[in-house]
């Protein structure tokens, strides 16, 4: 097989790359999909990898032109591995939306599981301080007094703190259920 024969199996199948993509919907992801060694581009988009792909392809028709053997060789078996490892991420994308939504899901879980706990300290420490207030009127002495007003000031600033820290597990999932 001659190398305008390869050249042009590879610009077919940069194509069909092309064509997948474009009927995937261009979401962003979080999460590096590819070997850092493979490509040099960091995209969030798989359409930043195929634009690599791209101008790799360009590079090698150069390197072909100008008969460059040794980056013809390299860039030909780099551009291969590419190709497959773009094909092989195209062909995971039904697999990633569920597992995004499971993601989602589990991320909800934590918020409510948050909102709980958050919910328990809260009545706890309520509880802290009324029974704090109760030994504090019941108390003659006043070293013993202080203490207990020093004990439920300290109680009354880690309630303020769990409040701010409930508002904002509320917000936060507030925020959650309105983008979905």
Do not use: W
């Amino acid at each position: 097989m001659s190398i305008q024969n390869l050249l042009g199996a590879l610009e077919k199948q940069i194509s069909m790359l092309e064509t997948e993509l474009e009927s995937l919907p261009k979401t962003p992801f979080s999460i590096a999909r590819f070997d850092q060694a493979l490509f040099h581009q960091h995209s969030n988009k798989l359409g930043g990898y195929l634009n690599e792909i791209k101008k790799n392809m360009s590079q090698l028709k150069t390197c072909v032109k100008d008969n460059r053997t040794e980056q013809v060789r390299f860039l030909s078996e780099r551009l291969v591995t590419q190709i497959e490892a773009l094909k092989r991420e195209i062909s995971t994308q039904s697999l990633r939306k569920q597992e995004d939504k499971f993601e989602r899901q589990s991320q909800e879980r934590d918020f409510y599981h948050r909102l709980a706990e958050h919910q328990d300290y809260e009545r706890r420490l309520m509880a802290m301080i009324n029974d704090r207030e109760l030994q504090l009127n019941k108390q003659v002495i006043l070293t013993n007094q202080y203490k207990l007003q020093k004990e439920i000031a300290a109680l009354a600033g880690r309630l303020a703190r769990c409040r701010q820290a409930l508002m904002r597990i509320e917000r936060a999932i507030e925020k959650q259920e309105n983008s979905d």
